[in-house]
């Protein structure tokens, strides 16, 4: 089993900037990715950034040049760093986190975290 809980949400304006975090904890030496998906009123939940531990990653065509994914070196904290942040980025953001030692591969998710953009 692993938990996810994030942290970093909040309101700021179009232009700004807002880093959210992601600690995982259990067993986390069976993830293999983990990851940030979003989900805006009415939309289905969509990848936004997701990242591997051969430090693959991949970004949203939307999000590319303005948001950065990382972890911590223990890979025990995923980090989204959103900059230049736009009204279309609103939405839910849910950490996710992959168990790929199981098969089939289980899913993780936390509980979600509300990133508000105004214009």
């Known amino acids: 089993q692993v938990q996810l809980v994030e942290s970093g949400g909040g309101l700021v304006q179009a232009g700004g900037s807002l880093r959210l975090s992601c600690v995982a904890s259990g067993s986390i030496w069976r993830i293999n990715t983990m990851g940030w998906y979003r989900q805006a009123p009415g939309n289905q939940r969509e990848l936004v950034a997701e990242?591997?531990?051969?430090?693959?990653?991949t970004y949203a065509d939307s999000v590319k040049g303005r948001f950065t994914i990382s972890t911590d070196s223990a890979w025990n904290t995923v980090y989204l760093q959103m900059n230049s942040l736009k009204p279309e980025d609103a939405a839910v953001y849910y950490c996710?986190?992959?168990?790929?030692?199981?098969?089939?591969?289980?899913?993780?998710w936390g509980q979600g975290t509300q990133v508000t953009v105004s214009s």
């Open positions: 990242i591997t531990r051969g430090d693959d990653v």
């Open positions: 996710n986190a992959v168990d790929s030692l199981t098969r089939p591969s289980r899913n993780y």
